[in-house]
């Protein structure tokens, strides 16, 4: 059973950036379009970014032009480089398999003050 853990997560002022990874035991990465996805206070959670096996990236029209998603295969890792980060970006964002069929792992905060 895949386990993935979140990492990278903090406290910045607007216009900061992180950088979060994505981990996972039990499975191979390599093989899957991974996917970040976000969950704020109160609402649902959300569609962020995917890269597909191959590599190519889609974006949510929310993170184009400041979010960047990448994979290392040989770390068995996925990032998502956020720049420019604003107060509603604050979420716990969760990696998973791009359609989000694997069990969530614990999520990594993030907050942004204004």
């Known amino acids: 059973q895949v386990q993935l853990v979140e990492s990278g997560g903090g406290g910045v002022q607007a216009g900061g950036s992180l950088r979060l990874s994505c981990t996972a035991s039990?499975?191979?990465?390599?093989?899957?379009?991974m996917g970040w996805f976000r969950q704020a206070p109160g609402k649902e959670r959300q569609f962020v970014a995917s890269i597909s096996w191959s590599g190519v990236s889609t974006l949510a029209d929310r993170a184009k032009g400041r979010f960047t998603v990448s994979r290392d295969n040989d770390k068995n890792t996925v990032y998502l480089q956020m720049n420019s980060l604003k107060p509603e970006d604050t979420a716990v964002y969760y990696c998973n398999a791009a359609g989000g069929t694997w069990s969530w792992g614990q999520g990594t905060q993030v907050t942004v003050s204004s």
């Open positions: 039990g499975r191979t990465l390599s093989s899957y379009n």
